[in-house]
């Protein structure tokens, strides 16, 4: 290698990696030395060009086994992510799936912070590398139904990727790959062959646009895994046809080895296809022959003993994955407490003894519950991670003391407290002090304790006007209830939703809120829809205090109305305490 690049300009550094493996014949240096040189490279140049093209070649290099030390080749990955350059940032988030198993929680919870980048370009990133972690390096082998949770919940990170930034056309790749794999495990066989088409559509389509076509290597692959599959479903679910048993296995075992070829294919994504195809392609490989062979058994065993060595380990694999079977009935152990898991104790129970008794099979038992259970909306609608766990925490909630509560009202209401946490998430992270002035203090060029309702109104309004439900909000209504005047008020079709704005110069606890506040919301509510929510601008002193966790600002009420009749119809208001007249991060510091 030319040392004398080093000192060169940043035109020859780029003329150099743009023809790197030309000028370098990398077979035949040492990696550790190729992998210094290009680090060296890195940190002598501020050129962003420069660092992403030699950062790129360094994760080439490792995937292939030239550069040997993994571990270093990640800590320039982690560098990039921990710079304050996006184009960094997104260069390493693109080539941390290389890494996948090395991934420490220092780089996860970093990643994860990146979801509320306000680049939408890395946020989105963030997103994408989540759902490809969880989907297929998250999985255990043994653990069926924490396949199935883990599976959704790499959905939710791919549907936030395409919502952060229009046409994810990769994230969809991902997103048509998880109902394909649902369509598998719920045995829909027209969706397999939906998913199955749109997913090789995807890839046709993609191809067309791509200046360079070799990006797509790994999402073909994949295809190619699945495609495999597909064929293995399409002869297991007719087993109860099959007349040649032997023909039938033989062309699993074919349609298997095709997957398993996969494994030695050569190319920088060697490493990564074989960790998917043994931590996930070979679970849903397994399930399909679990639950569509298991009425075979005793034939597969007959099998065995007259095979040749190669169809012979292959059925052993099948009956592995199999339940085990006495008398024709499935083992209780096994399928009972998998039931049980999915559906209750007594829901569970039901279930196994009507596959004991034949009046349903294990597979469409299982299936069944995939598709009531596991559709496509489990977006994470509010934008990001920490305002999705409170979402989903005060939905529980309201489903636990609102449990016959109408499905079509609560999925409104949904809609408006998704928004509601956008907005208060875009409030503290990632904001900046001229969106929303009315919310520092006067050191922090803000307003100060003179900010007022009136700020808080205007720019929640301004917020709800662009989001997905505009067409619903009104901007202060006189006479709502009881000749009261409500602030905001969302109204469409079937429900009314009051969102009452207060400021305070205190900061009131649960108690407080409650005997001062929550009865005049309440109130409101209780001439609509039950559910109501109340926004409090809390303006104290907070120069030399940290900010409480976003998670806290929510809480959600109940107060016993103003009467002796039984409450049937229960009003409950979910509140939210928006910290303001906020100081710097800096100067809480009081180090000298």
């Excluded at 399909?288 to 169809?311: C, P, T, V």
């Amino acid at each position: 290698m030319d040392k004398n690049v080093l000192l060169g300009t940043d035109f020859s550094k780029i003329i150099f990696l743009d023809n790197f493996y030309v000028n370098v014949d990398v077979e035949n240096e040492d990696g550790s030395a190729v992998l210094d040189f290009l680090k060296e490279i890195i940190n002598t140049t501020e050129n962003t060009y420069i660092k992403r093209a030699a950062c790129k070649i360094i994760c080439e290099l490792t995937a292939v086994n030239i550069i040997k030390n993994r571990y270093s080749s990640l800590g320039v990955l982690f560098d990039f992510l921990s710079s304050n350059t996006n184009e960094l940032i997104d260069i390493a988030l693109k080539q941390l799936p290389f890494f996948i198993e090395l991934l420490t929680s220092e780089i996860e919870h970093k990643v994860i912070d990146l979801t509320d980048h306000d680049n939408g370009d890395i946020s989105s990133q963030a997103y994408l590398f989540l759902g490809i972690k969880t989907f297929f390096f998250s999985t255990s082998k043994n653990d069926f139904p924490n396949f199935i949770s883990t599976i959704s919940e790499a959905e939710k990170y791919f549907l936030a990727a395409e919502n952060v930034m229009d046409n994810r056309d990769d994230a969809w790749f991902y997103i048509i790959l998880i109902q394909l794999t649902k369509a598998l495990l719920s045995n829909d066989q027209e969706g397999v062959e939906t998913m199955i088409t749109e997913l090789y559509k995807n890839l046709q389509v993609r191809a067309l646009y791509e200046i360079d076509v070799t990006g797509l290597e790994l999402e073909y692959l994949i295809f190619q895994m699945f495609d495999s599959l597909n064929r293995n479903y399409k002869i297991a679910i007719r087993s109860q046809e099959w007349l040649d048993i032997r023909h039938e296995t033989q062309m699993i075992l074919e349609a298997s080895m095709e997957i398993d070829k996969l494994k030695l294919h050569n190319s920088k994504f060697n490493n990564i296809t074989k960790k998917i195809i043994e931590e996930s392609v070979s679970k849903i490989e397994s399930n399909i022959y679990n639950f569509h062979l298991y009425g075979e058994h005793k034939r597969l065993i007959a099998l065995h003993s007259q095979s040749d060595k190669r169809l012979a380990d292959f059925i052993d694999s099948i009956l592995q994955s199999l339940p085990d079977q006495d008398n024709g009935t499935i083992d209780d152990n096994e399928v009972l407490a998998m039931l049980v898991v999915f559906m209750g104790a007594e829901g569970g129970l039901e279930i196994y003894n009507k596959i004991q008794k034949k009046e349903l099979s294990f597979a469409k038992a299982i299936g069944q519950f995939i598709k009531n259970n596991y559709n496509s909306n489990l977006s994470i609608r509010t934008g990001s991670l920490a305002g999705e766990e409170i979402f989903n925490v005060l939905m529980r909630e309201i489903d636990t003391v609102l449990p016959k509560y109408s499905k079509e009202k609560r999925k409104t209401f949904s809609a408006v407290l998704e928004e509601v946490i956008r907005y208060c998430q875009a409030t503290f992270v990632g904001n900046e002090k001229k969106r929303f002035p009315f919310l520092y203090s006067t050191s922090a060029k803000g307003k100060g304790t003179k900010a007022s309702e009136q700020d808080l109104q205007d720019s929640m309004i301004l917020y709800f006007e662009h989001s997905n439900i505009a067409d619903g909000f009104e901007h202060e209504k006189s006479k709502f209830v009881d000749g009261g005047r409500v602030d905001i008020v969302y109204k469409k079709d079937i429900l009314t939703v009051p969102i009452e704005l207060k400021k305070s110069l205190s900061r009131p606890d649960k108690d407080m809120l409650e005997e001062n506040y929550i009865a005049q919301a309440q109130t409101y509510t209780a001439g609509y829809d039950q559910l109501g929510i109340f926004v409090l601008l809390e303006m104290s002193d907070k120069s030399k205090e940290p900010m409480a966790n976003f998670k806290d600002w929510f809480k959600i009420h109940h107060l016993r109305p103003s009467t002796g009749q039984e409450v049937s119809f229960p009003d409950y208001i979910i509140s939210v305490v928006i910290p303001g007249n906020r100081t710097s991060p800096s100067s809480k510091s009081t180090y000298k």
